[in-house]
């Protein structure tokens, strides 16, 4: 993940105060490449302190979005939180700063695969990956292939961001982001890993 050029602004405008919120989000961006529950709950915790502090912070409503989605992939959420969830979204969706970049079109793709539509994720993720090639768009390219059946594309897509991005957390999206995939029948090759 990059930060969009259209969120720049934001950065430059705070000095020291800036840097401190950029960091804090750096730590919350750590904890969501690792993938896994335990890691996304620190995350949020972080988040919910950080946008407590900062709350015009446009990037971290976006990471909170993110995470709340993929939470509700391994612990599916009641309906009230589904649809303050869903508020959230729109909302997202309102900001301009936020318009045309991967992170929306991430989150969107994260929602729509959740939600079994396919083809709607590919189409967020084309516009995701036109904006930046990212370890984490080859994941999502992946479970979107899986859901339409097509494991020789999620096998490759799986194998590219490892690739961009090799490591046991890159493993652990594949294999338990949105829904489980068993790698030793998507993509054996990446096993060999996992047993280093």
Same mark, same amino acid.
Request: charged share 20%; aromatic share 8%.
């Given at each position: 993940?990059?930060i969009?050029?259209?969120v720049?602004p934001?950065?430059?405008?705070?000095g020291?105060?800036?840097?401190?919120?950029?960091q804090? $989000?750096?730590?919350?961006?750590?904890?969501?490449?690792?993938?896994?529950?335990?890691?996304?709950l620190k995350?949020?915790?972080? $988040?919910?302190?950080?946008?407590?502090?900062?709350?015009?912070?446009?990037?971290?409503?976006?990471?909170?979005v993110l995470?709340?989605l993929l939470?509700n992939?391994y612990?599916?959420?009641?309906?009230v939180?589904?649809?303050q969830?869903?508020?959230d979204?729109?909302?997202l969706?309102?900001i301009?700063a936020?318009?045309?970049t991967a992170?929306?079109?991430?989150?969107?793709?994260?929602?729509?695969?959740?939600?079994?539509?396919?083809?709607?994720?590919?189409?967020? $993720?084309?516009?995701?990956?036109?904006?930046?090639?990212?370890w984490?768009?080859?994941?999502?390219l992946?479970?979107?292939?899986?859901?339409?059946?097509?494991?020789?594309?999620?096998?490759?897509?799986?194998?590219?961001?490892?690739?961009?991005?090799?490591?046991?957390d890159?493993?652990?999206?594949?294999?338990?982001a949105?829904?489980?995939?068993?790698?030793?029948q998507?993509?054996?090759?990446l096993?060999n890993?996992?047993?280093?």
């Amino acid at each position: 993940m990059t930060i969009p050029a259209k969120v720049i602004p934001e950065l430059i405008a705070g000095g020291k105060e800036q840097n401190y919120l950029q960091q804090r $989000l750096y730590q919350v961006l750590q904890w969501i490449q690792h993938g896994d529950q335990d890691s996304l709950l620190k995350a949020r915790h972080l $988040l919910e302190q950080l946008i407590i502090e900062h709350p015009d912070s446009i990037r971290g409503k976006a990471y909170q979005v993110l995470i709340e989605l993929l939470l509700n992939s391994y612990l599916p959420y009641d309906d009230v939180r589904i649809l303050q969830l869903h508020d959230d979204l729109l909302a997202l969706a309102d900001i301009h700063a936020l318009q045309d970049t991967a992170i929306l079109q991430q989150i969107y793709a994260i929602r729509d695969l959740s939600e079994g539509r396919a083809d709607a994720a590919y189409n967020a $993720l084309q516009k995701s990956m036109a904006i930046e090639v990212s370890w984490l768009n080859y994941v999502l390219l992946g479970k979107t292939y899986e859901l339409k059946g097509e494991n020789h594309l999620a096998a490759d897509a799986y194998m590219t961001a490892f690739n961009l991005r090799p490591g046991i957390d890159t493993l652990s999206w594949v294999g338990n982001a949105i829904f489980h995939t068993e790698t030793s029948q998507v993509t054996p090759y990446l096993n060999n890993y996992l047993s280093d």
